[in-house]
């Protein structure tokens, strides 16, 4: 059975280092582009670059937006330190970015790999957005587009609003809105999806060189955590958007309407996720857009993630 083929858009982040290192064992990773989010773009793209050469992958990365489409940037998300990948020393990076923009990048890709391309944004999703508006075939070339991002129910950054979404709502609306096929794991499931002191232990004693740096990066993380928030783990957000093509069993999924509010005072940036229960009268519904997550055996996605990180020499 061949692997799926994806390109991931990401702002690494120590979430984000993680699910190119599993997309990397498990998918055939045919790029990475880089956007704001997590820290600036340039320091995102260094430490998509720093991952890569840790594991000595040789995968093309394009950087992307720096901006979000219509609002300021966000500061720098505090739990992943000043350079957005605090917590471990990483390589210095050999490779460079190749020289094109990452919508452009994206664009290519998906016209190289029609109707095989798996697109996975698990940060702001700036360059998806652009890059649907620059070529308007882009939707039906993507097999599906994954999302990390939003919430079925309470946010993070608001008590609304989830970091990724919050980041650039205008661009969220425009992926949701696309009618390409999508499909969401918000705030509700990857919160309690991650690595407890127990799995750091774990990865730190096998001594190998890639565990040993993600235990470091985790480690440094999980006390984040625990100072912000009380959380006993170190939440792995992103990884939850690429297991599922790995392994299908481990999500449960709701296929239903996801709305982007965008004026809401107390709720800009809220994913409105309708869950309300399903009725054959209710003909005056919205069309569902998105296929979201509502469950997940997240230990068993975690133990997924150790063996996964064991397996690099």
């Known amino acids: ?11 690494p982040g120590h979430d984000d280092a993680v699910a190119i290192l599993f997309a990397a064992r498990h998918l055939q990773l045919v790029g990475i582009t880089t956007v704001h989010g997590n820290n600036t773009v340039e320091n995102t793209t260094r430490n998509a670059l720093a991952i890569l050469e840790l594991a000595g992958l040789d995968v093309p990365l394009a950087a992307g ?26 390589p210095e990076p050999r490779r460079q970015p190749v020289n094109t923009h990452a919508v ?17 944004t698990i940060g702001p999703q700036t360059n998806l957005a652009l890059a649907l508006r620059r070529e308007p075939r882009l939707k039906d070339w993507l097999r599906e587009i994954t999302v990390m991002g939003g919430s079925t129910g309470a946010g993070n ?13 205008e661009a969220a609306w425009v992926v949701f809105n696309s009618g390409a096929p999508i499909r969401m794991v918000g705030l509700n499931i990857t ?19 890639v565990a040993t740096v993600i235990a470091d990066l985790m480690a440094f993380c999980l006390r984040r955590q625990l100072e912000g928030d009380g959380l006993e783990i170190a939440p792995m957000h992103d990884v939850c958007a690429i297991v599922p093509y790995a392994n299908t069993t481990l999500f449960e999924y709701r296929h239903t309407r996801v709305d982007v509010e965008l004026v809401g ?8 996720c309708d869950l309300r229960p ?5 003909a005056d519904r919205p069309l569902p857009n998105a296929l979201v997550a509502i469950d997940a055996d997240s230990r068993q996605v975690i133990r997924a993630v150790i063996d996964t990180l064991l397996s690099y020499a």
């Open 157 to 169: 950054v608001t008590a609304a609003a989830e970091f990724n979404i919050h980041c650039d709502p």
């Open 1 to 11: 059975m061949s692997k799926s083929k994806i390109l991931i858009d990401c702002d």
């Open 104 to 120: 452009d990048f994206i664009i290519e890709m998906a016209n190289r790999y029609r109707h095989d391309l798996v697109l996975a």
């Open 265 to 272: 005072t107390q709720t800009r940036g809220m994913t409105v």
């Open 65 to 90: 937006s720096a901006e979000p489409l219509a609002q300021r940037r966000a500061n720098i998300a505090a739990v992943h330190g000043k350079r957005g990948l605090d917590g471990a020393d990483l």
């Open 278 to 282: 399903q009725s054959p009268t209710a």
């Open 191 to 209: 919160r309690r999806t991650g690595f407890n002191q127990a799995d750091i232990d774990a990865l730190r004693a096998s001594r190998r060189t």
